[in-house]
T-cell receptor, first 110, second 112 residues
Framework: KNEVEQSPQNLTAQEGEFITINCSYS?????LHWLQQHPGGGIVSLFM???GKKKHGRLIATINIQEKHSSLHITASHPRDSAVYIC????????????FGQGTRLTINP | NAGVTQTPKFQVLKTGQSMTLQCAQD?????MYWYRQDPGMGLRLIYY???????DKGEVPNGYNVSRLNKREFSLRLESAAPSQTSVYFC???????????FGSGTRLTVV
């Protein structure tokens, strides 16, 4: 079992829909990161969380430390949100290492 | 623009050839990392440098060497390329693992 599991693996939605991507982890973490990767493109850091909730524009990230679970929400989705979203955790043990989920491929149709 | 710069963006090598991937950051970050990304595998850490003058192995170090030349630069060397090293390579930097990461734009390497 991977230490970081994302769901769904693929998600297709219509423009304007509310999107939720989930991340569950099984290890003790110092922080959780959400990353975005556009097709053929580089990787951009969206959020880093150690507790609670963060919001940036239409993106919201939450984390529940007790349940070892995080969600990334996109409100009023737009085709330009189409990308792979990656969850990664910084381990308490073996600091300096991120463990990555396999990513969620999101496609927003106009 | 501030960030992480990787070169080259694309490279095709023959089996057995050597090459060095270059990475430089101008954010005064202490830590730098090399990852590879393969379909269905997610990102995997090859090597990292927690600070200038130190380097450590990650999950998949075999076939690679690194040099932290100074605080800005962290290079990845393939001494004898193999088809299994065909991948997309990303360099990243951070103040520390507890802070946000900045990634380079990636190097797409094909070994034939």
């Amino acid at each position: 079992k991977n230490e970081v599991e994302q769901s769904p693996q693929n998600l297709t939605a219509q423009e304007g829909e509310f999107i939720t991507i989930n991340c569950s982890y099984s290890v003790g973490i110092s922080a959780l990161h959400w990353l975005q990767q556009h097709p053929g493109g580089g990787i951009v850091s969206l959020f880093m969380l150690s507790s609670g909730k963060k919001k940036h524009g239409r993106l919201i990230a939450t984390i529940n430390i007790q349940e070892k679970h995080s969600s990334l929400h996109i409100t009023a989705s737009h085709p330009r949100d189409s990308a792979v979203y990656i969850c990664a955790v910084g381990l308490i043990q073996g600091a300096q290492k991120l463990v990555f989920g396999q990513g969620t491929r999101l496609t927003i149709n106009p | 623009n501030a960030g992480v710069t990787q070169t080259p963006k694309f490279q095709v090598l023959k089996t057995g050839q050597s090459m060095t991937l270059q990475c430089a950051q101008d954010m005064n970050h202490n830590s730098m990392y090399w990852y590879r990304q393969d379909p269905g595998m997610g990102l995997r850490l090859i090597y990292y440098s927690a600070s200038e003058g130190t380097t450590d192995k990650g999950e998949v170090p075999n076939g690679y060497n690194v040099s932290r030349l100074n605080k800005r630069e962290f290079s990845l060397r393939l001494e004898s390329a193999a088809p299994s090293q065909t991948s997309v390579y990303f360099c990243a930097s951070s103040v520390s693992v507890r802070m946000g990461y900045t990634f380079g734009s990636g190097t797409r390497l094909t070994v034939v």
